[in-house]
């Protein structure tokens, strides 16, 4: 079974520089590249999706420029159904800047643009793709409100909804958890949202109970190179990191996410839907760029 996914949340440009380190304050640094790539959490993720499996419908705003163009047509290039990503006058498409350094570790910084315009007025317009939907994925790179209606509406036709809370910048509404059935942070995440400073398995793992606590139902908290942790109130089991030559970790969270979520949907259980999710993810840190390094099913191993 073919799972039907909607994504509600961000297309950027990602204009990525690598560079040998990341610059101290005030210095200038000869980096080795530019490119620019289509990127953005929500984008991202609706690509990780389709690639992997799923039939698609992305939700969001770009600005009604070259890029917002750009992403549109990346995106239904790749059978993804765009007709609810809607291009904005008098704003511009969101973008990344994004630096990767000579260990394949990156830093960001993000302008919202049309993003920043996605309103719950939306999601009102195109609650057929809701309806429709057997999962909806969410993110934190949209506003907050838009954020919530989407959880709530979610939950409300009784959807699998899951929640990836990137960027994080504290503790989630408490309202919120009852609504989200897989909340997937990684470790920086997981560390804002609870105030645990997450960097072992044992961090993780209180962490992890500390969002049960909160009211969240499951958790998939990603840790790197160290791998997912589940919890829920009855069951936590770690699932080890393949170990691969990372270039590029951009869009391995979001590629994790897709993958996970399009395996869930089509009915594989948890565990599966873990593994093919890492195991994508895995795949896509031994490439360069977010969604160009995203992979397609076929080059999973079976």
Not at 40 to 66: P, S
Not at 219 to 225: D, E, F, H, P, V
Not at 241 to 260: R, S, Y
């Amino acid at each position: 079974m073919q799972a039907k996914i909607v994504v509600v949340g961000s297309l950027n440009m990602d204009l990525v520089v690598r560079t040998p380190r990341v610059p101290v304050g005030g210095e200038t640094l000869a980096g080795h590249s530019f490119v620019t790539a289509p990127g953005g959490k929500g984008a991202n993720q609706a690509v990780a999706c389709a690639r992997l499996g799923a039939q698609v419908t992305m939700i969001g705003c770009v600005g009604h420029d070259a890029y917002g163009e750009i992403l549109r047509s990346g995106l239904e290039s790749e059978g993804i159904d765009c007709s609810s990503v809607e291009a904005l006058e008098g704003v511009s498409t969101g973008i990344a800047s994004i630096l990767v350094d000579d260990n394949g570790q990156n830093c960001i910084v993000i302008v919202a643009g049309g993003n920043g315009e996605l309103s719950s007025e939306h999601l009102t317009r195109y609650d057929a793709a809701f309806q429709a939907a057997d999962v909806i994925i969410a993110q934190l790179e949209v506003p907050v409100a838009t954020v919530e209606k989407t959880l709530t509406r979610g939950h409300e036709l009784g959807k699998t909804v899951l929640l990836n809370p990137a960027p994080a910048v504290g503790p989630l509404p408490a309202h919120w958890y009852g609504n989200v059935d897989y909340l997937i942070p990684n470790e920086s995440e997981a560390s804002l949202l609870t105030g645990i400073q997450v960097d072992s398995l044992e961090t993780a793992a209180e962490a992890a109970q500390a969002l049960l606590d909160a009211g969240a139902k499951r958790i998939l908290l990603t840790l790197g190179s160290q791998g997912v942790l589940y919890k829920d109130a009855q069951r936590q089991q770690h699932f080890p990191a393949q170990v691969v030559q990372a270039v590029d970790t951009t869009a391995a969270g979001d590629t994790f996410v897709g993958g996970f979520a399009a395996a869930l949907g089509e009915g594989l259980s948890l565990d599966e839907a873990v593994r093919l999710g890492q195991q994508a993810a895995a795949l896509s840190v031994t490439r360069a760029g977010a969604q160009p390094s995203i992979p397609y099913r076929r080059e999973l191993k079976s």
